[in-house]
């Protein structure tokens, strides 16, 4: 069986590419099925590895069709022993820190009187540490365990690698998915009308109207901005930011690394 992760650090479009690729291969809009925390099994071929094992499955090791399976946790995760050597492409979804911290904050509904703190804890632990605990690591340590190839090839040594950065998603959706599908495999010559198709079915102010989420949790789908402010924390946060990117290098070398500037 030929396997794909498609691996990113959390709130960083890893469920709109699945939606895009899901999308493009039923060659229609792709029908979201809520379950209060994310889109469950958008399709057999694109599924959520969380979702499975919450389900008690596994991934069927037998499927002749390549499978795109969405993953946040570290390459090194012990649940990935079993896929390991029939991992044969890795894409990895990258985004820039600060655009992924108010989206955390919209998605965890954090309070108008926590705001601030909250800014400070993401820019204190280098991301969410409840998501450390999960096994997603630091945003640097993550987005350099997937996107490094000499450190992926130790845990998939078989795996390619393609990296997509969601503000290139998002600034030209056609040739990012065009990207996508080609690195993968799906198509020997992708079909630019049904790309084009898939990009219409899957825009954001589309899927924000058609989620139906749960009244009493968040909608999944934000407004996808990109470079934004930290000014609107409070006092002190932008230089907090600031701060960190002159204290600490590994963190710097991954804004710097991806076009992310200060």
């Given at each position: 069986?030929?396997?794909?992760?498609?691996?990113?650090?959390?709130?960083?479009?890893?469920?709109?590419?699945?939606?895009?690729?899901?999308?493009?291969?039923?060659?229609r809009g792709v029908r979201l099925r809520w379950a209060g925390d994310g889109f469950k099994n958008l399709d057999a071929t694109d599924p959520?590895?969380?979702?499975?094992?919450?389900?008690?499955?596994?991934?069927?090791?037998?499927?002749?069709?390549?499978?795109?399976?969405?993953?946040?946790?570290?390459?090194?995760?012990?649940?990935?022993?079993?896929?390991?050597?029939?991992?044969?492409?890795?894409?990895?979804?990258?985004?820039?820190?600060?655009?992924?911290?108010?989206?955390?904050?919209?998605?965890?509904?954090?309070?108008?009187?926590?705001?601030?703190?909250?800014?400070?804890?993401?820019?204190?632990?280098?991301?969410?540490?409840?998501?450390?605990?999960?096994?997603?690591?630091?945003?640097?340590?993550?987005?350099?365990?997937?996107?490094?190839?000499?450190?992926?090839?130790?845990?998939?040594?078989?795996?390619?690698?393609?990296?997509?950065?969601?503000?290139?998603?998002?600034?030209?959706?056609?040739?990012?998915?065009?990207?996508?599908?080609?690195?993968?495999?799906?198509?020997?010559?992708?079909?630019?009308?049904?790309?084009?198709?898939?990009?219409?079915?899957?825009?954001?102010?589309?899927?924000?109207?058609?989620?139906?989420?749960?009244?009493?949790?968040?909608?999944?789908?934000?407004?996808?901005?990109?470079?934004?402010?930290?000014?609107?924390?409070?006092?002190?946060?932008?230089?907090?930011?600031?701060?960190?990117?002159?204290?600490?290098?590994?963190?710097?070398?991954?804004?710097?690394?991806?076009?992310?500037?200060?």
């Amino acid at each position: 069986m030929p396997l794909a992760w498609i691996s990113s650090y959390p709130k960083s479009g890893n469920t709109w590419v699945r939606i895009l690729l899901a999308s493009y291969r039923q060659d229609r809009g792709v029908r979201l099925r809520w379950a209060g925390d994310g889109f469950k099994n958008l399709d057999a071929t694109d599924p959520d590895l969380y979702d499975l094992f919450a389900e008690g499955r596994m991934l069927p090791l037998d499927d002749p069709r390549l499978l795109t399976v969405k993953t946040h946790l570290l390459p090194s995760a012990e649940v990935f022993e079993p896929y390991r050597d029939a991992t044969t492409k890795v894409l990895h979804v990258v985004r820039n820190p600060r655009d992924i911290m108010p989206s955390a904050e919209r998605f965890l509904t954090v309070s108008a009187r926590h705001r601030e703190a909250f800014a400070r804890h993401f820019i204190a632990h280098r991301g969410m540490e409840g998501w450390q605990r999960y096994g997603y690591g630091t945003w640097p340590q993550h987005v350099r365990e997937w996107t490094t190839p000499d450190v992926l090839r130790r845990h998939f040594p078989r795996a390619e690698l393609c990296v997509l950065r969601y503000e290139d998603i998002k600034r030209d959706p056609v040739t990012s998915l065009h990207t996508a599908i080609e690195f993968l495999g799906l198509d020997r010559m992708p079909d630019l009308g049904r790309i084009r198709r898939a990009v219409g079915h899957s825009a954001l102010d589309k899927l924000r109207a058609a989620e139906r989420p749960d009244p009493d949790k968040p909608a999944f789908f934000g407004t996808g901005l990109s470079g934004q402010s930290l000014t609107s924390y409070g006092p002190g946060i932008e230089d907090a930011y600031q701060a960190l990117l002159r204290d600490d290098p590994q963190f710097a070398g991954c804004v710097e690394r991806f076009g992310y500037g200060g």
